[in-house]
């Protein structure tokens, strides 16, 4: 079976589903969270499930150090750095106060370890030994941040500090902080097992990781938590079941209990009430329409990333898929260009509208042959 009549069969199925299995689902009102912002959303559809104030700037405390690994696994995956690097920390990093590795000023730290000690022990002292090894100084660290976040789209956010210590401008938004979330699972996977470890030792200091879900639900696997007095308790988890993750945030709760209690009551509802399903892959071959005047005759359409839909339970058979392509495509084909799109709609709603791009480049035929294509497409305008 080639990838187009797979697309059709898909879409078949969707159309002409049992009836029985689309009725409409009971879905409860979302759960009442004791915070000051909260954000839900899938992590592989990007559908937001539950929001609060999901926009408002607040500080994020030891959430930051969730952007400073990020960087640093960035660093290490790209070869810049080693997890086996030696890191001399300064006398800076071992005065920094608040929560702490307690690594020693003049000694040396692998990179590895000071990850682990920023990621499960929320290290402020390994969060500014590490942004001093990377960037030369905690200042030139924090613009590295602010970069990453432009591109990440964490429009709402800024950095002034590697740990979350108090800061005039040190800010962010549950809506940012579920992107760095999101981008630290799929764009770093050979790392993310680290914000699932329960505790970590160095110095002879054991310490356990401050996520308390991660002892209480076994398919949260991370993130982040973080506690000052003028950000209140927060904490980003992720959790995984049959194949769903959700990403839950929860900023400004009053206790280290209620972070968790709150947040827990954000993955519950989410699991219980809505599910993911992939559509389709990257790459994948969609359609292969005709190409009037190009050196081939047809063009392969597809997306570019998997695309994944987060719908209510029972109701992945109500959906309706259709193909739109381009009615008429002309001249050369540019890979990654748009060419047509695919809409899902749930009853009267689209929930998803994806663009359908050329997943090759088609050159422009010889000059008989655009001739030749001009020629014919005229009369089928004509008669069309």
């Known amino acids: 079976m080639n990838s187009l009549t ?3 069969a898909a879409t078949l199925m969707l159309l002409f589903a049992p009836l029985t299995l689309a009725a409409n689902p009971l879905i409860p009102a979302a759960p009442q969270v004791a915070a000051k912002g ?4 899938d992590a592989h559809s990007g559908k937001v499930l539950v929001s609060h104030n999901a926009d408002e700037a607040l500080p994020p405390a030891s959430l930051t150090k ?15 750095i080693s997890e086996q690097d030696k890191v001399r920390v300064s006398i800076k990093a071992w005065k920094t ?4 590795m307690f690594i020693k000023e003049g000694t040396s730290v692998s990179v590895g370890d000071l990850l682990k000690g920023i990621i499960i022990q929320s290290g402020n002292d390994a969060s500014v030994a590490m942004a001093e ?6 200042d030139a660290f924090a613009d590295l941040m602010n970069q990453h976040a432009n ?6 956010t800024h950095y002034m500090n590697a740990t ?3 800061a005039k401008h040190h800010y962010t938004t549950a809506s940012d902080l579920a992107k760095l979330a999101r981008a630290t699972i799929i764009d770093h996977p050979d790392h993310y097992g680290i914000y699932a470890e329960k505790e970590f030792t160095y110095n002879d200091i054991r310490q356990p990781n401050r996520n308390k879900l991660l002892w209480r639900d076994k398919s949260v696997d991370g993130l982040k938590t973080g506690h000052t007095e003028e950000a209140g308790y927060c904490l980003v988890a992720s959790a995984e079941r049959g194949g769903m993750r959700l990403i839950a945030v929860v900023l400004g709760t009053k206790s280290e209990e209620a972070r968790a209690t709150e947040t827990q009551k954000l993955l519950t509802y989410g699991f ?3 599910e993911t399903r992939k559509l389709y892959s990257a790459g994948e071959v969609l359609e292969e329409p005709k190409v009037w005047g190009g050196a081939s005759d047809q063009v392969k359409l597809g997306v570019v990333e998997d695309v994944f839909i987060t719908v209510p339970r029972g109701q992945y058979s109500s959906l309706q898929a259709s193909l739109l392509v381009d009615e008429y495509i002309t001249g050369g084909v540019e890979a990654g260009k748009e060419y047509g799109n695919i809409k899902v709609q749930l009853q009267d709603q689209t929930v998803l509208d994806q663009p359908l791009v050329a997943l090759e480049s088609v050159e422009p035929g010889g000059f008989f042959k655009r001739l030749w294509d001009q020629l014919v497409l005229f009369f089928v305008k004509l008669i069309s």
């Open 272 to 274: 219980r009430y809505y």
């Open 133 to 138: 090894f990377i960037a030369g100084s905690e």
């Open 151 to 156: 591109l990440l789209g964490m429009d709402s």
């Open 97 to 100: 106060p608040g929560s702490r």
């Open 6 to 8: 797979k697309f059709f």
């Open 164 to 166: 979350g210590l108090p």
């Open 66 to 80: 969730m952007m400073t690994s990020y960087i640093a696994t960035h660093e290490i995956e790209k070869g810049n």
């Open 38 to 41: 909260f954000l839900l959303v």
